[in-house]
């Protein structure tokens, strides 16, 4: 039985869920599921039997909860009272769910949620509960942390693949920050990573990172796209060097890597954190093979001129097929293909809400 792509998306408005049979020529999408709702997070398990969603879903009037599916999103559950939510000691509440990510292979029921305000959460029922972790809520940094345009979140989350107790997390306003015990203790991460908006170009922490990405084969590998820089490193965060040159402008939001490439990663550019637009108005995804060393602009199938939207942090990604394809969704209701490793776009659904974050992989013909 050959294996098909599943392919979520999260949106301002609900979340839809696409199928496709043949390698992402075409597509059947079934939504909105949690229609009204700002689905800020989705995430795909495959470490168990059959694949299991989950989706941060927030709801206007009762706040943000995990909602799950086990069939493939024909049937959802979510929790009668919010799973995700601060002990009454911290006087804080979760306002919404930014990331949601499988813990590492040997702890198939570990989940964590990154949330605004800028806290870790952990799960180890497959999501179902969690508990705040402590460690970094409880860092003396947290003070000192500060909102970013889009709020003061912790929107990316990195367990290490070979070891549960190594986990970086990314924050907008605050940096990248690195546990390797299980979350008790947390350093700063932010060596290189310039500051534009700080009297200290270089400080400890304070770096409006929006997103980073790391390579599952070649774990220390990370690249990160920066508010005005885009930087990898390849000893686990510990220093960053500047990838930026050869990309029309330093600003976006997304960064992706190729699942078996170790050298290649994706971004897509805007113009600057004033003029939030492609440059030139013209969609183009930009590709490294060389860990940053240069870049290649992908339009094929894409929009030439008159491009005026963006994509977003989470909006960027590619599915874990031998060949895999990449996928981003705009500010627009556009979700695009990029098959053969973004070489030819078509454009898999349009005329969704504001898409706010993608994810795809590889499921059994069965689901």
Known sequence: MTDSILLAVGTRKGLWLGRSEDGGHTW????????????????IDSRGDAPRLLAGVTHEHFGPVVAAS??????????????????????????????????????????????????????????RSFSLVRGLWDHPHRPHWTPGFGGMAIH??????????????????????????????????????????????????????????????????????????????????????????????????????????PATAYVFPLVADAMRFPPDGRCLVYRSEDAGGTWTPLGNGLPGSGFWTGVMRDALCLDDAPDPNVYFGTRSGEVYVGRHGGTHWTRAVEHLPDVLCVRAATVSGSL
């Open 28 to 43: 059947d999408f079934t939504g909105p599921h949690h229609a009204m709702t700002g689905v800020y997070s989705v995430m």
């Open 70 to 127: 086990d069939d493939g999103g024909a049937t959802w559950s979510e929790p009668e009272l919010a799973t995700v939510a601060f002990p009454k000691d911290t006087d804080a509440s979760v306002e919404r769910i930014w990331q949601l990510q499988p813990g590492s292979p040997s702890e198939p029921q570990t989940v964590y949620a990154g949330v605004e305000p800028s806290a870790l959460f952990r799960s180890d029922d497959g999501g």
């Open 156 to 261: 990316t989350v990195l367990p290490h693949p070979a070891d549960p107790d190594d986990v970086t997390v990314a924050m907008s306003t605050g940096g990248v920050y690195r546990t390797r015990d299980g979350g008790a203790t947390w350093e700063a991460s932010n060596s290189g990573i310039h500051v534009s908006f700080l009297p200290e170009e270089y400080p400890e922490f304070g770096q409006c990172v929006h997103k980073v990405a790391r390579h599952p084969e070649v774990p220390d590998r990370l690249f990160l796209q920066n508010h005005h820089g885009v930087y990898r490193s390849d000893d686990g965060g510990a220093h960053w060097v500047s990838i930026a040159d050869g990309l029309p402008s330093d600003f976006g939001f997304p960064i992706a890597v190729h699942p078996r490439r």
